[in-house]
């Protein structure tokens, strides 16, 4: 679609139009979240921003199941610790990484 076509009263409103619509929150999310995406969204992981109790949280889940797979060697526990570690370790690296920028 063209708009060097239209006369400019009616490019005047179009603008204001777009403007009005950018400037709506609400519109912009919902129309994101239409958008259909081939894979994960990298800027929502990489502007993630975890709490400290969700660190530390995630650090005793972590340090509680390598315990108990030392001691048991279950696989289970093993497996669970294997899929709890990286995002533990992911999350303090974010945490610390914001403390340290003040």
């Known amino acids: 679609m063209t708009i060097s076509r239209l006369p400019d009263h009616e ?3 179009l603008d204001e139009v ?3 619509l950018r400037r709506d ?3 912009d999310r919902r129309l994101r979240t ?14 993630y921003r975890p709490r400290t109790l969700t660190v530390a949280l995630l650090l005793a889940l972590s ?5 108990t797979g030392i001691v048991t060697s279950e696989p289970a526990v093993i497996w669970a610790f294997a899929v709890v570690w ?7 690296f974010r945490r610390l ?3 340290s920028r003040g």
């Open 63 to 67: 340090v509680t199941l390598m315990v």
């Open 25 to 27: 929150r609400r519109l």
């Open 97 to 99: 990484h914001r403390w």
């Open 18 to 20: 777009e403007r009005e």
């Open 86 to 92: 990286p995002p533990t370790l992911f999350a303090a």
């Open 11 to 13: 490019q005047r409103i």
């Open 34 to 47: 239409l958008r259909l995406r081939r894979g994960p969204d990298l800027t929502r992981l990489a502007s």
